[in-house]
């Protein structure tokens, strides 16, 4: 089998690739983290950022492509009950660029381009993937996966780095930033919230996903590791000091909550490998950011409580995050190479 042509490959390229610029991206900003536990980490936190950053401009390529070459293919996946989900994966990578270079570099007006591209990509990428659900009959029970939440994950991913930001800003402009994150949290969160009970539908009332999609079950991090994060970076820049209390109460929830749902995600996905159920797909990044918003998360109820026991569970997820990582790129890789994994799935 002769290696696929670059136009094969992007007329075929799949809209999940960017989750590899969300895992990778993580993974460096939670090492960068730990580096103040242990220096050596930064070093390979710094190489993991700028390989990053060369991973997304690579995959951007022909994901461009893709949209200007061949639209109608691309239009096509848009209007798919469940691929359409992972097409905000290319937005919420910005957004995660646009926080590594805010702490690896000092290059904040690089930080400030990617963080609005993401935001204003991301913010139509959740409205086109909705209105075609809300709009279209094609979607069924059997279509509701913890992948429904990527447009809900990238809303309230907004405020990772545009809390931040904000420090970087002025006048209107600022004024108008902080509103975009307000916007993009209080939705998200909402969203977030019917979507858990409507994925819980499905996990007692339905057959299971199974397969390429025994990942996704690993997405509820996401948004439980996220949210709280974010609240608590738009509250250091509004007058309201009491909130900042209630949203510490709110991180404790939720990282209760996600301490729960690793252990069940991990039961679930080893129960699949048992039975034969998870073959590798480019769906296999879908462990790797939704496992690093939780070591996030947990890192952040350490800083702020000083417990011991919360940092050794924060490494043990880390050191699964990094082995999850190297494996899927390993096994990413070897698809590249022999072009594989740029064959459309049946």
Not at 6 to 30: E, K, Q, Y
């Amino acid at each position: 089998m002769s290696y696929p042509r670059f136009s094969a490959i992007a007329r075929s390229f799949a809209p999940g690739w960017f989750a590899a610029v969300m895992g990778t991206g993580v993974l460096a900003l939670t090492t960068h983290s730990l580096a103040v536990h242990w220096s050596w980490l930064a070093l390979l936190a710094e190489v993991l950022h700028w390989f990053n950053s060369l991973l997304f401009v690579l995959l951007a390529l022909p994901w461009l492509s893709r949209w200007l070459r061949f639209r109608s293919a691309a239009w096509q996946t848009l209007a798919h009950p469940v691929q359409a989900n992972f097409y905000p994966t290319f937005s919420i990578a910005l957004l995660v660029l646009a926080a590594q270079w805010l702490v690896f570099t000092d290059a904040v007006p690089v930080a400030l381009t990617l963080w609005w591209l993401g935001v204003g990509l991301h913010f139509l990428f959740s409205f086109a993937v909705l209105f075609l659900m809300f709009r279209g009959e094609q979607v069924g029970l059997e279509h509701v996966t913890p992948a429904n939440f990527i447009p809900a994950v990238g809303l309230v991913v907004m405020p990772l780095a545009g809390g931040p930001l904000l420090a970087h800003m002025d006048g209107v402009v600022r004024e108008w930033a902080l509103l975009v994150n307000i916007v993009g949290l209080g939705a998200g969160v909402m969203m977030y919230l019917a979507l858990l009970g409507l994925t819980f539908q499905r996990k007692y009332l339905h057959k299971p996903a199974q397969g390429i999609l025994t990942p996704t079950i690993w997405i509820h991090l996401a948004p439980l590791g996220v949210i709280p994060l974010s609240l608590l970076n738009l509250l250091e820049h509004v007058p309201l000091p009491a909130a900042r209390q209630l949203a510490m109460v709110v991180l404790l929830l939720f990282w209760g909550f996600a301490v729960w749902w690793l252990v069940m995600a991990s039961l679930l996905t080893l129960a699949a490998r048992a039975a034969g159920q998870l073959p590798f797909a480019l769906s296999w990044w879908g462990f790797t950011f939704p496992l690093g918003a939780f070591v996030a998360a947990s890192l952040r109820v350490h800083q702020l409580f000083g417990w011991g026991s919360v940092l050794v569970i924060a490494v043990a997820a880390w050191g699964l995050l990094v082995g999850l990582w190297a494996i899927t790129l390993l096994r990413t890789g070897r698809g590249v190479f022999s072009g594989a994994i740029f064959q459309p799935h049946p």
